[in-house]
């Protein structure tokens, strides 16, 4: 039997910054959509200029040492825009569907994404059809936990829809980033069945 390869420590501390958005929604409900919408725009821009100076040989001495042990090899030698297009995807989120669709689109890519991609790279080396960069295991367990999270928002038939798009747009080998299009994509389709 094959062994399996362990996520090393930098994914895991790279999948723990991105389920962490799984609290996004919940931090909005306490704190309110305007002062939550604020505090994502702070935070791209001042990361903006963490990579902007990082490229430059400069740092920003917390955002630019998280940012190397986070980026894989290949992001360390260019700007980092995948950081920009979680929050983007996550705000845009917040501001265009209501909640509980953008709450539920929220956690729903926070873990289901962030498990697709821990499994996927641990557990198998098959890739699926039409999309080499994607497994069975991390698709069925990114769909699992994206479900439990929808479920935590939304009653479980919508969580499950909502599981079933997002695990839909990350299969699906777009131009454009996953963590922009699976919560904006899953957030329209919540909003409309609920």
């Known amino acids: 039997m094959k062994r399996k390869n362990l996520p090393s420590t930098k994914d895991l501390f790279r999948e723990m910054i991105h389920g962490s958005g799984f609290f996004i929604p919940v931090i909005?409900?306490?704190?309110g959509l305007p002062i939550v919408a604020l505090m994502i725009s702070c935070v791209i821009a001042v990361y903006f200029v963490s990579e902007w100076s990082r490229v430059r040989g400069?740092?920003?001495?917390?955002?630019?040492?998280i940012t190397r042990y986070a980026a894989s090899q290949s992001e360390l030698c260019e700007f980092t825009l995948a950081p920009i297009y979680f929050a983007f995807g996550i705000l845009l989120t917040l501001l265009l569907f209501p909640a509980p669709a953008s709450s539920a689109a929220i956690a729903i890519f926070a873990l289901g994404d962030s498990t697709a991609s821990l499994v996927g790279g641990t557990l198998s080396k098959k890739p699926l059809p039409?999309?080499?960069a994607k497994t069975l295991e991390g698709t069925l367990a990114g769909f699992s936990f994206a479900f439990?999270?929808?479920?935590?928002f939304v009653s479980p038939w919508i969580a499950l829809v909502g599981a079933a798009v997002a695990m839909t747009v990350e299969y699906l080998p777009l131009p454009i980033s996953d963590n922009l299009m699976i919560p904006l994509v899953t957030g329209l389709v919540l909003m409309f069945i609920i």
């Open 28 to 31: 909005a409900f306490l704190a």
């Open 130 to 132: 039409f999309n080499r």
């Open 58 to 65: 400069k740092n920003m001495p917390v955002i630019s040492a």
């Open 148 to 152: 439990l999270a929808g479920a935590v």
